[in-house]
């Protein structure tokens, strides 16, 4: 998983400008690699031993934040520029809408990465391994 992180983040030319969200932030695995490309990194986890665990892999990693919460309950959060998660069908379908808000909400694309898993109906703008890349435009 993580040389895949390593694979898709050169893909999508992850960079300091960029605010990556990982939803479900488990470990914080995402978190440290996208650190490793200088972007900003925000985890929302709502397990808390996986939270602590996070802290204490994360500590020393500059533009890293990892929150105990519920993303549906911290939404929106300005300027994001990728949204990254790993879920069901069913979830997927949900981050998706939420992401298609967040894009609205900020008036720029964003990208939506969902890992293991391709959204029906929706052709991805790229494929990295077993992410599947979209590019979320907003709506008027």
Partial sequence: HKSDLFKLFETI???????????????????KIANNFNAK??????NPFLVLISK????????CQIYLKNFWRAFPIPNITIFYTFGHAERIEKMLKL???QANFQKMPLLFISYGFEIK???????SGAHYIYKIQPKK
Avoid at 56 to 63: A, E, H, P, T
Avoid at 121 to 127: A, D, T
Wanted: aromatic content about 4%; hydrophobic content about 45%.
């Fill in 41 to 46: 990194a925000i985890g929302f986890e709502i």
């Fill in 56 to 63: 204490i892999k994360l500590r020393k990693q500059q533009n």
């Fill in 13 to 31: 030319n992850l960079s300091k400008e960029d605010i990556l969200v990982d939803i479900g932030s488990g470990d914080g695995a995402v978190l």
């Fill in 99 to 101: 992401a298609q808000i």
């Fill in 121 to 127: 109906n929706l052709k991805p703008f790229r494929v």
